[in-house]
């Protein structure tokens, strides 16, 4: 079957789909509508969908090897400034990172191979996901059993990408680190409050907050190899309720990210000890809560090879690979990923007008709905091709 060719022949019905989740957006792991979605339309395409954990998956095929197809599917809790006829209506959720075009993508894929089964090699097991934007979609989804009956003896996913990169363009990591670990911190201080005018009688959170966030740079600074990549960022500073009053209480929220599992444990370790220590040489104490926890992002690189290799077979117009890219945003596919051997693929979705000038996350960017049918005909090729190859 010539996938890509099948794939634009239901191009309508591609729009469809990625129009429905744009604009019925929702966020975190509780997706009601989408999930409701996803499942309805397996059962459309002829599978037996069930719920995992807060998530979706199905299976079809044969025994054999078992390939996993992953999309995430949650938006951004941000207002959406795009423009769009069919933009999210509540002013409070968007789809600013793509994960609409994957689930759209993916839905498609699940129907060529369903038309295709009874020739496929193998099996091959969906993962819709929620919750990725806050890293707890995978987790929950493992939790759950995606990994198990059937094991996946591999797993598979896309990402688009906007910005004015021409439509064809892929991009990929088959030697290294292809994004960043992620580590969610809150630290919270308890100090001693007091009138402002008696700042003597106080043990201050601000004071000790303000110390703890200048000592925290200096762990990029000067305790980390500059070799490494390692940033620290406090996003969040809360504290007090007025001007002329000191809080007993201060909390601060931040991420660190780093491209090696050794820097990383490293930060972990300092972070608490330094947070904690300086809170006490100013005479209050700190908690370091760590929220979430996301390795790197590490494909394998056989298989990433062999998926290029297929990629190449399909006659995708201007279909350019660059290998060796690295982020330094995070993704929860690596929680798949240090557990199946994995590939992840970034796909173009961008325009060379000034739509192309916003970026992931911004409320104004967009995404090129060109980039469907080639996503969802990979998705669907090189599925067939590696259970061709990988024969048991």
Same mark, same amino acid.
């Given at each position: ?140 989804? +493992? ?64 004071? +000790? ?35 002329? +009053? ?69 006659? +995708? ?76």
């Amino acid at each position: 079957m010539d996938y890509f060719d099948h794939a634009q022949s239901l191009r309508e019905e591609l729009l469809e789909n990625r129009r429905y989740f744009h604009t019925n957006a929702e966020v975190g792991l509780h997706m009601p509508k989408a999930k409701a979605y996803v499942m309805k339309k397996l059962e459309e395409y002829g599978l037996k969908p069930q719920e995992c954990g807060e998530g979706v998956t199905a299976t079809l095929g044969h025994g054999g090897k078992v390939i996993l197809l992953r999309a995430d599917m949650d938006a951004l809790p941000m207002p959406e400034e795009s423009g769009l006829s069919f933009a999210c209506p509540t002013g409070e959720q968007a789809h600013a990172c793509g994960h609409d075009f994957h689930a759209a993508m993916l839905l498609t894929a699940a129907k060529l191979l369903k038309e295709d089964e009874a020739s496929l090699k193998g099996t091959v097991k969906f993962m819709f996901q929620p919750a990725e934007e806050t890293f707890e979609g995978s987790r929950n989804m +493992i939790e759950h059993g995606i990994l198990e009956n059937p094991k996946p003896d591999v797993a598979l996913a896309y990402h688009v990408s906007p910005g004015k990169l021409p439509i064809g363009t892929y991009l990929y990591n088959d030697s290294g680190t292809m994004m960043f670990s992620v580590d969610t911190f809150e630290i919270h201080i308890q100090g001693k409050g007091s009138h402002g005018a008696y700042p003597h009688l106080s043990i201050d959170p601000i004071n +000790i907050g303000v110390h703890i966030h200048l000592a925290l740079q200096e762990l990029i600074a000067r305790e980390s190899d500059p070799s490494d990549a390692c940033l620290l960022t406090v996003g969040q500073f809360t504290a007090g309720s007025a001007a002329n +009053i000191i809080p007993d209480t201060a909390v601060l929220k931040g991420t660190m990210r780093t491209n090696k599992k050794e820097a990383r444990e490293k930060l972990v370790r300092r972070l608490k000890e330094v947070s904690e220590a300086t809170a006490t040489v100013y005479g209050g104490s700190a908690d370091v809560v760590f929220t979430c926890n996301v390795p790197t992002l590490v494909c394998d690189g056989t298989l990433t090879k062999e998926v290029v290799s297929y990629m190449t077979e399909l006659p +995708i117009p201007n279909a350019v690979g660059y290998s060796g890219i690295s982020a330094s945003a995070s993704e929860d596919f690596s929680l798949i990923a240090e557990r199946v051997p994995s590939a992840f693929m970034y796909l173009s979705a961008g325009y060379a007008d000034e739509r192309g000038d916003y970026p992931a996350h911004n409320p104004k960017v967009q995404f090129n709905e060109e980039v469907l049918p080639i996503g969802a005909a990979y998705l669907a090729h090189c599925t067939v091709r590696w259970l061709e190859e990988h024969i048991n």
